[in-house]
């Protein structure tokens, strides 16, 4: 069974900064697609970034310049560096993996107080 295991959420105060990690068991994230969505309460679940097997990256516009998603395909694991965070980035953070089939994690609580 191929399990993702997100990290590293907590509170944090507006203009603060919070790291994500994700691992994975096996080696799913060498050839993946790999990403990064949220859901807010009440909303829908948002990509946040994605990142290519070959590094390339891409960001939703409410967190471009802030957030840097990357990987390390030898340690299986997939992060999101969140810097200057605003109460709108307040949502549970899913890890993403897309190989042959899509497999998400169990969520990390990420809340930002204003």
């Known amino acids: 069974q191929v399990q993702l295991v997100e990290s590293g959420g907590g509170l944090v105060q507006a203009g603060g900064s919070l790291s994500l990690s994700c691992a994975a068991s096996?080696?799913?994230?060498?050839?993946?697609?790999l990403g990064w969505f949220r859901q807010a309460p009440g909303s829908g679940r948002e990509l946040v970034a994605i990142?290519?097997?070959?590094?390339?990256?891409n960001y939703a516009d409410s967190v471009k310049g802030r957030f840097t998603i990357s990987r390390d395909n030898a340690r299986n694991t997939v992060y999101l560096q969140m810097n200057s965070l605003k109460p709108e980035d307040t949502a549970v953070y899913y890890c993403?993996?897309?190989?042959?089939?899509?497999?998400w994690g169990q969520g990390t609580q990420v809340t930002v107080s204003s």
């Open positions: 990142i290519s097997p070959g590094g390339s990256s």
């Open positions: 993403y993996a897309q190989v042959l089939r899509v497999y």
């Open positions: 096996g080696s799913i994230f060498s050839t993946g697609t």
